[in-house]
C-alpha cells in the first residue's frame, strides 16, 4: 500500500501544501474573507483550468453506498498504510476513563452481553452474555467467541448507543475517552474484528482502490442526523416543539441549552463498573429546538402510523415522534435545479409502502430516507416520483431496482443507494458478512456497467454505531464532525492501491457534487466552513485528493 499524503492530526494541519494555494488561503482569512473562503481557496486550480476541467470532462456518475454504523478501527483498524494503525497507537492513547476523570482499571462488563440471543452459524450456537467476556484490560480487543476464537463476521451483535450528546461526552473534546463510561455496553465499544484483512469484500475493494483513512461522520450521533447531512449538511429544525407533544422529547443538559453534555440522573451508577448511565432526560430534541436524535419521517413509510381517520399518506403530525415538514434546500433541490438527474434509491423502499408502515420484512429502516422529510418530495409531488425510487430487493437485477439500473446503463447523473436494513452492516438487526457480499456484488456489478468508465463511487457509514476510534476528530461547528469512519473512493480516477489521508467528513461528498455540477454552496457547508475559517483552518476536502487523472 502506499500513501498520498501525511495525515493532519488537528485542523490547522489541513493548510494547502502548495504555496500558492497556501498564499491564497492565509490571504482569504487575513481579508475576513471566510464566507467566500472555499471558493477563493479554490481559485488556483480553476485558472489553470486543470483539474475542474478534467472533473467534468471525465464524472459523468457519482454513486454513493451508504452502509451503516462502523468505526474505522472496528473493520480497519491496522490496514497497511494508514496513518494511525491502532498496533501503533500508545497504551495512554487509548485508555479509557471513569465518570469522574480516573482511569478505569480495566474494562467494564458488556451491560446486557455482546451476542444475547443465540444464533446457529454453520451448525454452531453463539451466544455471549455479560458474564461471559469479563475483566477485560482497559485496551482496545479483538472481537472472540466463547472459545476464544475470532467471532465471525456473520453473527449478529447486540447493538450500540449511537446518540448526539452521548458521542460528544465519549469523544471528550478529542480525548476519545469516554467510550466505556457514556455507552450502554460497558466494555464492547472498544472491540473491533481482527480478521477483516482475510474476510471483508470491503478489505479487498479498499485494497485495489482509495481508502480514507481520516475521514469522519459529518455530524455528532446517530443515522438519523448523519443522512441528514448526507443531503443537506444542516440539522433539522423543530422550533415549537416547546408548545407541541414532542416537549417531552427536549433533552436536559447540564451545561446550557446549546451544550454537550447531557445532566445525569440521581440515580445513575457513580462508575461504568456498576452499570450504564441513566440521565434525566436524553431527548431527540434540543432545548433551543434542533431535532438531533431519530424522529419519524411525516409521510409515509414511517414508523408513525396515520392518525385515526386521517391522511393515509402521513405520519400522524400529531404524534410526539413525527418531525415536521422541513423546507430548506437539499442537495437534490440544487441538482434539479441545475438540470442534473439525480435519484435516491431505496432498498425495500416499495416493500415497506405496501406492508402500510410495517415493512419488518425485509429490515426496512424509515430514519434512513431523509428526503422523506422535506416537503418539496411530499407524497404526489412531481419531485417525489421522479427522484425517490425503490431500491427494490436483494442481490439480483431482477429483484433490486438499482442493480438493475446498473447493468441497463441508466443510472442518473448522481445516485445515493441505500440498502436493505439486513444487508447495511448494522449492529443489532444486521450482520457485517451478509451486507459486506452484497456491496461487493454491488461493485462488481458497477464495474461492468457501461456507465463504469465515467463513474466515481463512494462507499462510505452514515457513523460510527457507538464503536470506539482513536483518532480526534478535528473541531468543527456545534454539530461536527463526529468520529472517524470508513470511506473508500472506487473509479476508473481513483487512485490506486493507496490510501488517503487528506480530511474529510459526509459533507465532503456534497463538496465533491457541488463542484462537479458548479451548484451554490448549501448553507450549511457553508457554517462548516466559516467555522473552521475561524481558526484559520482549511474545512473538509471535496474528495478529489483521491483521485487521479492521466
Request: aromatic letters at 10%.
Amino acid at each position: 500500500m502506499k500513501d498520498t499524503a501525511p495525515a493532519p492530526q488537528a485542523p490547522t494541519a489541513d493548510l494547502p501544501s502548495n504555496p500558492a494555494r497556501r498564499r491564497i488561503f492565509q490571504a482569504a482569512t487575513a481579508a475576513g474573507l471566510a464566507t467566500t473562503l472555499p471558493s477563493i481557496v479554490d481559485a488556483a486550480p480553476k485558472a489553470k483550468g486543470s483539474l475542474d476541467a478534467k472533473l467534468k470532462a471525465s464524472v459523468k456518475n457519482v454513486v454513493v453506498i451508504y452502509l451503516e454504523n462502523r468505526s474505522f478501527n472496528n473493520l480497519f483498524a491496522n490496514f497497511p498504510g494508514v496513518a494511525a494503525p491502532l498496533s501503533a497507537v500508545p497504551a495512554a492513547a487509548y485508555a479509557q476513563k471513569d465518570r469522574n476523570g480516573t482511569t478505569l482499571t480495566a474494562l467494564p462488563k458488556i451491560w446486557g452481553g455482546m451476542v444475547p440471543t443465540p444464533q446457529d452459524i454453520g451448525g454452531k450456537k453463539y451466544v455471549l452474555n455479560e458474564d461471559q467476556v469479563v475483566n477485560l484490560p482497559n485496551a482496545p480487543f479483538k472481537l472472540v467467541d466463547a472459545e476464544g476464537k475470532p467471532l465471525p463476521e456473520a453473527v449478529i451483535t447486540r447493538d450500540l448507543w449511537h446518540l448526539f450528546y452521548h458521542n460528544q461526552m465519549q469523544i471528550n473534546g478529542g480525548k476519545n475517552d469516554g467510550f466505556a463510561a457514556w455507552g450502554n455496553t460497558g466494555g464492547m465499544v472498544m472491540g473491533y474484528y481482527g480478521e477483516t484483512s482475510k474476510n471483508l469484500g470491503l478489505w479487498k475493494i479498499a485494497e485495489q482502490f482509495t481508502l480514507c483513512d481520516n475521514f469522519f461522520m459529518a455530524a455528532f450521533g446517530g443515522s438519523y442526523l448523519n443522512h441528514q447531512f448526507l443531503i443537506s449538511g444542516r440539522t433539522p429544525e423543530y422550533f415549537d416543539a416547546p408548545n407541541t407533544a414532542a416537549k417531552k422529547k427536549i433533552s436536559v443538559l447540564e451545561d446550557g441549552p446549546t451544550g454537550t453534555r447531557l445532566a445525569v440522573a440521581p440515580t445513575s451508577p457513580a462508575s461504568a463498573m456498576d452499570g450504564k448511565p441513566v440521565f434525566v432526560n436524553d431527548g431527540a430534541i434540543t432545548p433551543d429546538g434542533y431535532a438531533v436524535n431519530t424522529m419519524a419521517p411525516p409521510y409515509q413509510p414511517s414508523y408513525v402510523r396515520p392518525a385515526a381517520g386521517g391522511d393515509l399518506a402521513l405520519a400522524d403530525p400529531l404524534d410526539p415522534s413525527t418531525l415536521p415538514p422541513q423546507s430548506y434546500d437539499t442537495i437534490g433541490d440544487l441538482l434539479s435545479a441545475k438540470g442534473v438527474s439525480w435519484a435516491w434509491y431505496g432498498g425495500a423502499w416499495q416493500a415497506a409502502l405496501d406492508a402500510k408502515g410495517g415493512g419488518e420484512k425485509p429490515n426496512f429502516q424509515f430514519h434512513h430516507q431523509p428526503f422523506n422529510y422535506f416537503k418539496s418530495f411530499a407524497p404526489g409531488t412531481p419531485a417525489r416520483a421522479k427522484h425517490l425510487r425503490d431500491g427494490g430487493l436483494g442481490d439480483s437485477p431482477i429483484s433490486n431496482k438499482f442493480i438493475a439500473d446498473v447493468v441497463a446503463g441508466k443510472l442518473p447523473a448522481v445516485s445515493f443507494y441505500k440498502p436493505q436494513g439486513n444487508l447495511n452492516l448494522h449492529a443489532g438487526y444486521s450482520d457485517i458478512e451478509s451486507g459486506d457480499a452484497h456491496i461487493a456484488n454491488v461493485i462488481e456489478h458497477l464495474k461492468k456497467s457501461p456507465q463504469w468508465k465515467d463513474m466515481v463511487v463512494v462507499i462510505t457509514f452514515d457513523e460510527n454505531g457507538g464503536w470506539w476510534d482513536h483518532v480526534a476528530p478535528p473541531k468543527g461547528d456545534r454539530w461536527g464532525p463526529g468520529s472517524r469512519i470508513p470511506a473508500i473512493i472506487v473509479s476508473p480516477f481513483a487512485k490506486k492501491g493507496q490510501v488517503d489521508h487528506s480530511f474529510y467528513d459526509t459533507t465532503s461528498i456534497l463538496r465533491f457534487i457541488t463542484r462537479l455540477h458548479g451548484l451554490p454552496l448549501l448553507h450549511g457547508l457553508d457554517v462548516r466552513n466559516k467555522a473552521f475559517a475561524s481558526r484559520n483552518a482549511l474545512p473538509p476536502g471535496d474528495l478529489t485528493g483521491a483521485l487521479s487523472f492521466r
